[in-house]
């Protein structure tokens, strides 16, 4: 049983704070249900939890989006579309020099199950991508570190070839850094272990769980999952925290996307060369509707706007002397932060009084514990509201913000859905394109069976021949020079010596 004093401090909160029927079935509780549930309440405040409330609920009222949107301007923005190939080697060379001297991290957000790919396992760990490798998005970002951490080892051994005792260098490390959540932690960190980390030292991997908030109702209640605890959502992937490693810049991306250059070097040396708080990764938009948030300003402040809250007049803007959307910046979430900028974000998210980082409200479909009946129900229809927070809701804080646009067919190919757009079936589709596109590029060619048709958007029928390189072989399109004049047999190529040549 626990300590009466307890009990009545924690319900004596949460009645002022007009959240006691939290405590609406305490004398049906076993004492294990007693002791789990006012853990949970101690772990919340819930007076600073109707303030977060109520100021998200005041700003998704008072938003003025449609009429205080301006496009980003030219002077936050760069293209490695139109830039020169010196100017892309020159940030590639700053960002190799950073990573050479582990002053480089990568953050991955891995919070989200596999719900609409029709698995209850973290993204990462999906295995029905269908790839000729059989590899996993995990694998996948593994071996690009593994072999990022080797290209900046060989640079830094090229810029040292004259010095001496280079044999005391530190072996280059890109920390990974992966935040989870309470559904995904667990099974990620057994699948890394199972798997013996790809091949990374365990110890340069830190695995920690994005923070969690109460779900509430319409009318700012906390709902009940069970009669021992309050539903609660994940508080979205604006929380994370970064090691202190003598890192200096951290690449944050999203687990899902199956072409992310993970620590991009073009990527850190642009930050690095603008000297920027935030680089943002954008995506030009192709269509008016494609469901991208963009990157623009409100109010004179950075913001990302999504698809579903701007205007559609306004999504559909084009500017006449170029012919492109005037509002075209398509967020990827894919950014560069300088670690000196993160580490200002938790005085400022640990102010309750704070009206610049606020939560957003998601109107959803809550299952809880009635309680009148003390029965679970299922809603049919949104009944409730969770708070989230994103990682890019910090860019109105950047004293510097750059945008480096980037190529589709080259960073860009998401998995969210278990068919159609954005699905395992594109995702092979546009990694075996990009592969085909590496090798063509190096003088090589590649040739085998149809062994998949994909339609298109505009209905063509396209083939997939099931080629791919493995990330240890190649980044970005590197080190690929030996197939100039040659032809390739389709297959998976791991190495020079997993390469099958095909007949003339």
């Known amino acids: 049983m626990p300590e009466l004093s307890r009990l009545e401090t924690l319900r004596q909160r949460y009645i002022s704070a007009g959240q006691g029927h939290v405590f609406t079935f305490w004398d049906q509780l076993s004492s294990d249900d007693q002791e789990a549930l006012l853990h949970q309440l101690e772990s919340f405040d819930p007076a600073a939890l109707n303030t977060i409330y109520q100021q998200a609920t005041s700003a998704s009222k008072n938003s003025s989006i449609s009429t205080d949107l301006s496009p980003l301007g030219k002077d936050h923005l760069q293209s490695a579309l139109t830039a020169t190939p010196d100017q892309k080697q020159e940030w590639a060379n700053l960002g190799l020099d950073a990573i050479a001297e582990n002053k480089a991290a990568v953050i991955l957000l891995a919070g989200g199950q596999g719900t609409r790919l029709g698995s209850t396992l973290p993204k990462g760990c999906y295995r029905n991508i269908g790839l000729p490798s059989h590899k996993t998005l995990f694998q996948i970002q593994a071996e690009r570190i593994q072999r990022l951490q080797d290209m900046a080892t060989a640079h830094r051994a090229q810029k040292q070839m004259h010095r001496q005792n280079t044999d005391t260098l530190p072996p280059v490390v890109i920390t990974w850094c992966i935040m989870t959540s309470g559904a995904t932690r667990h099974h990620t960190e057994k699948f890394l272990m199972e798997h013996h980390y790809f091949g990374l030292d365990h110890h340069n991997i830190i695995i920690f769980e994005q923070g969690v908030i109460p779900c509430f109702d319409k009318e700012g209640k906390f709902l009940l999952n069970t009669k021992h605890s309050i539903a609660t959502s994940p508080n979205g992937n604006g929380g994370y925290r970064l090691a202190q490693r003598g890192v200096e810049y951290a690449h944050t991306y999203s687990v899902d996307n199956i072409l992310i250059r993970v620590g991009d070097p073009l990527g850190f040396g642009h930050a690095i060369q ?175 069976e149809d062994i998949e048709h994909l339609s298109t958007a505009n209905g063509v029928r396209e083939a997939r021949i099931g080629f791919e390189i493995g990330p240890r072989l190649s980044y970005a399109g590197e080190g690929l020079e030996w197939v100039k004049g040659k032809t390739i047999q389709a297959g998976i190529i791991e190495s020079r010596e997993d390469v099958v040549w095909a007949k003339r």
Not at 355 to 365: E, F, G, M, Q, T
Not at 392 to 397: A, N, S
């Open 274 to 448: 603008q000297h920027a708080d935030v680089t943002a990764k954008v995506m030009p938009k192709t269509m008016a509707t494609e469901p991208l948030g963009v990157i623009c300003r409100s109010g004179g402040k950075v913001k990302v706007v999504e698809y579903s809250e701007i205007d559609p007049t306004l999504a559909a803007l084009v500017d006449p002397t170029t012919g492109e959307f005037v509002y075209r910046e398509g967020n990827i979430c894919n950014q560069i932060t300088s670690l000196q900028f993160l580490q200002r974000i938790p005085a400022i998210l640990q102010d309750t009084d704070q009206d610049v980082l606020i939560y957003h409200l998601a109107s959803k479909k809550i299952p809880h514990v009635d309680l009148r009946t003390g029965h679970y129900v299922t809603p049919t229809e949104p009944n409730g509201v969770k708070l989230e927070r994103f990682v890019f809701d910090v860019f109105c804080l950047a004293e510097r913000f750059a945008c480096l646009e980037v190529e589709r067919s080259s960073e860009f190919s998401p998995m969210k859905n278990a068919k159609g757009l954005d699905s395992p079936s594109t995702c092979r589709r546009d990694l075996e394109r990009l592969h085909i596109r590496w090798i063509e590029e190096a003088g090589g060619h590649v040739v085998g």
